[in-house]
């Protein structure tokens, strides 16, 4: 069993930085891929972004991409969301989520890939 717990959210002006931390409680978290995803009022929750588990490879939504970087330190069991030039479209619940040494576009970008979640921080951009 994984438990993941984000924070890290809060209100921003567009514009602004923000960095979500997601901290699992799990012995090898260094073998599992690590993702971000985030749900906004009346929508689907959407792909962000994803690590895998050997933080060689990582992956980005094009609404994402340039702004957004997805880190994680395995001695800490943490992975990282920093999120610069943020717009008021990026508001949402970010949620981080985890599966077992899988990697592949089609997997990681969907919700079905992971096994785990997290309960959600919400991330407010003021315009």
């Known amino acids: 069993q994984v438990q993941l717990v984000e924070s890290g959210g809060g209100l921003v002006q567009a514009g602004g930085s923000l960095r979500l931390s997601c901290a699992a409680s799990v012995r090898t978290f260094s073998s599992y891929t690590m993702g971000w995803f985030r749900q906004a009022p009346g929508k689907e929750r959407e792909f962000v972004a994803a690590i895998k588990w050997s933080s060689d490879s990582t992956y980005y939504a094009d609404s994402v991409k340039g702004r957004f970087t997805i880190s994680r330190d395995n001695g800490k069991n943490t992975v990282y969301l920093q999120m610069n030039s943020l717009k008021p479209e990026d508001t949402a619940v970010y949620y981080c989520?985890?599966?077992?040494?899988?990697?592949?576009?089609?997997?990681?970008?969907?919700?079905?890939?992971?096994?785990?979640w997290g309960q959600g921080t919400q991330v407010t951009v003021s315009s």
């Open positions: 989520a985890a599966n077992w040494r899988r990697w592949s576009i089609v997997l990681i970008t969907n919700v079905g890939g992971y096994d785990y």
